[in-house]
T-cell receptor, first 111, second 115 residues
């Protein structure tokens, strides 16, 4: 039973446009959510996080939105750049324990 | 700040052999995690340490996998004997601790191939 789902295995976006990556979760006890970016042959790199007491967190070109009632979060990248091409993982945890990861979405930003 | 260090980067072994992976977390990070990432999937938690105590090992196949974190710093993960389905990337991560909403920081992983 997947507690964290990323239903789009891949996404292609033109350079300069907005990239929107989506994530759904089933466990209502999750209270901390994160996005990671992964390049080939490297470990996942932390991008941005959000606590369940917020509905939005912004860091430069990256914004994460959390909709607790829908158990849904999304990552917006504006503007998208070719260097953003990578696999993006959504993750969630409760009380700082047992971080659960989604299967990932491969983003391709086309020049 | 030095990142999470892992070695080796790659390992190829035959089934039924044993293998060990090493991890050195970021200095000052109390919590250490081992994840298994099979190709095309997200990382799956194997074990979580808080200092040198085990917090969660519910998904660790204890008949063949073992892990320890001596003195609350470095950690080793061992597989004995290995099976074909153990082929994966083994990722070590660390964080400040479970009392904080602090992110995990990952090493570059060890890619294990079991033939």
């Amino acid at each position: 039973d997947q507690q964290v789902k990323q239903n789009s295995p891949s996404l292609s976006v033109q350079e300069g446009r907005i990239s929107i990556l989506n994530c759904d979760y089933t466990n209502s006890m999750f209270d901390y959510f994160l996005w990671y970016k992964k390049y080939p042959a490297e470990g996942p790199t932390f991008l941005i996080s959000i606590s369940s007491i917020k509905d939005k967190n912004e860091d430069g070109r990256f914004t994460v939105f959390l909709n607790k009632s829908a158990k849904h979060l999304s990552l917006h990248i504006v503007p998208s750049q070719p260097g953003d091409s990578a696999v993006y993982f959504c993750a969630a945890s409760s009380y700082g324990q047992n971080f659960v990861f989604g299967p990932g979405t491969r983003l391709s930003v086309l020049p | 700040e030095a990142g999470v260090a892992q070695s080796p980067r790659y390992k190829i072994i035959e089934k039924r052999q044993s293998v060990a992976f090493w991890c050195n977390p970021i200095s000052g990070h109390a919590t250490l995690y081992w994840y298994q990432q099979i190709l095309g999937q997200g990382p799956k938690l194997l074990i979580q340490f808080q200092n040198n105590g085990v917090v969660d090992d519910s998904q660790l196949p204890k008949d063949r996998f073992s892990a320890e974190r001596l003195k609350g710093v470095d950690s080793t993960l061992k597989i004995q004997p290995a099976k074909l389905e153990d082929s994966a990337v083994y990722l070590c991560a660390s964080s400040l601790g479970q009392t904080y909403n602090s992110p995990l920081h990952f090493g570059n992983g060890t890619r294990l191939t079991v033939t």
